[in-house]
């Protein structure tokens, strides 16, 4: 629906005097706001549908609010607000035992903690999120939160942790054919061999990350990967031939 449409259904809302239709033509207008990443204009009108949801009681319209509002606070880096939303609906969707809810605000949640560095309470919300894609067999969602926790455990310095879930996304992004996530998994367990002192394996895994991002046009990540390619390359030459004499 257009941003158009929505406002002139706010108008009749509002000229029905039906809160219900004011409530739902708000959360409309913020979550097009919200995609189109005009902050300020989402968090106006999505302000305005939570408070009628929670005068009307209205608590699955209030969970839905919470989680554009959530978003919002996210992208304008307040991380504590956006948390306090993202759990005022996950109260609401463990309520219902949707586990698919729940995987996508784990998911939320665990990328604001992992940002504000707080990784160990990041793997605890990917790994919720994992268990649950594991008890649907969803492979995708398998793979998306294997390779989340591997990228905390990167941060912690945790390199065997890490290359366990990199391997996990690795084998099942292949499978499932996502050649973008493949390559970046690729680059990750590239560099996890670099940091083990094992250049050889770390450049097998960069070059295949590197042919990937050819095929997809992808020049950024294939400029930065070419880049430390060549570092790696310098560093093996400097250890093979050993110290300078002057």
Wanted: proline letters at 2%; a negative charge.
């Amino acid at each position: 629906m257009s941003l158009k449409q929505s406002l002139e259904d706010l108008e009749i809302a509002k000229a029905a005097n039906s809160e219900e239709a004011v409530a739902n033509a708000c959360y409309k207008i913020g979550d097009i706001h919200l995609r189109r990443k005009n902050w300020q204009e989402a968090k106006t009108y999505l302000h305005q549908a939570e408070a009628i949801c929670q005068r009307l009681g209205n608590q699955e319209g209030f969970a839905l609010t919470a989680i554009g509002l959530g978003d919002v606070y996210a992208n304008i880096n307040q991380p504590t607000k956006a948390v306090a939303y993202y759990q005022a609906a996950l109260e609401f969707y463990e309520d219902l035992d949707d586990d698919k809810s729940i995987a996508n605000l784990m998911d939320r949640m665990g990328g604001l903690y992992r940002g504000d560095g707080e990784l160990r309470r990041a793997l605890e919300m990917f790994a919720r999120g994992l268990h649950i894609c594991r008890s649907y067999n969803d492979k995708l969602g398998i793979a998306h939160f294997s390779e989340k926790m591997a990228l905390v455990h990167c941060r912690l310095n945790e390199i065997d942790h890490a290359m366990d879930h990199f391997w996990e996304a690795l084998e099942l992004y292949r499978e499932l054919r996502v050649a973008d996530r493949l390559a970046f998994v690729l680059t990750g367990i590239g560099e996890l061999y670099h940091q083990k002192g094992q250049p050889e394996q770390a450049m097998e895994f960069w070059r295949q990350a590197l042919h990937i991002y050819g095929k997809l046009g992808a020049r950024q990540p294939a400029e930065l990967l070419v880049k430390q390619m060549a570092v790696l390359k310098a560093e093996t030459v400097m250890n093979q031939e050993g110290p300078v004499d002057n």
